[in-house]
């Protein structure tokens, strides 16, 4: 992802947001300095700022800018309230619900931590060996609790609630933030098939042949088959590679902003490596296990 895939209006809401509005602690507190705010390590900046930068007021001003809240009260969700946890400075909370009659809906939950990883690849390369720094996004819930699935909108493993569909925007914003603060880029560990189908636009396997397989099964199993069924069925362990049982990988999962990274992702080895693993991996659906699967379910 670049500045130029970021929508229109959000690019414009990035440039007018200061970092003093979005770090004030109050509504009426003075700037920060910006010293604070660039250069000190996290465990000396205040623990009431958001990953050492956003603080809980400048959030809620940030996501009114957005648009986030309007989006909300459309769905009928009024009484929206915003919670932060900044207790450990490289893993914390964020999460957005709505209360209805003593009710808490949870809409969004992000669980996020700036993360130094250390980059290992399979060829020779000019990352190789080097430590940088990420979001690693933990845990992300959008949800809809007010909707239910239908047959055109299935249940996805990991889900209580239909989504809200608004991932793309979500993403975004996570990646205007690694902008602000400087870090390589997004990290994340996709506990489901449908996680990193859903983003394999921005997001990469940092090892080609992981990112092979992925497109495998795509090309495999999506033109028969709903997400939802695939996504499903490799969770059930009921999908063979090559003829023999197949169970999801859990792997890094990079979406680059630094430009060694970028390189990495668009060198000719790197594709290479992806259109081996690519070409050399089928898979397909084990219609017994499937069938016997979901009699049990």
Known sequence: MSMSKISKKTRWISKQLTP?????????????????????????????????????????????????????????????????????????????????????????????RRKHFVIETSFPSKIAGRSFEFFFIEWLTLQNPRASFTSDRPQLPGQNFPGLRRGKVVYELLFISCKRLRLAGMLSVPEFFHNAQIYSKTFHFLNPDLEG?????????????????????????????????????????????????????????YHSLVITSFDKHRYALDTSRWEKKNRNI
């Open 213 to 269: 397989k992925r497109r495998a099964i795509a090309r495999d199993l999506l033109g028969d088959h709903s997400l939802a069924k695939v996504s499903w069925a490799i969770d059930f362990e009921c999908i063979t590679e090559n003829d023999k049982p197949f169970k999801w990988f859990t792997s890094e999962l990079i979406m680059p902003i630094d430009e060694d990274l970028q390189d990495y992702f668009e060198s000719e080895e």
């Open 20 to 112: 003093e509005q979005l770090s004030r602690l109050r509504e009426d507190d003075v700037e920060i300095n910006a010293t604070d705010l660039f250069h000190r390590e996290p465990e000396q900046r205040s623990n009431q700022l958001f990953l050492g930068y956003y603080s809980k007021p400048g959030i809620k001003f940030g996501l009114e800018k957005y648009g986030v809240f309007d989006d909300l009260n459309k769905r009928g969700y009024n009484n929206l309230h915003l919670d932060i946890n900044t207790e450990d400075p490289y893993k914390q909370r964020l999460s957005i619900y709505n209360l209805e009659n003593d009710d808490r809906q949870l809409l969004v939950e992000l669980i996020l």
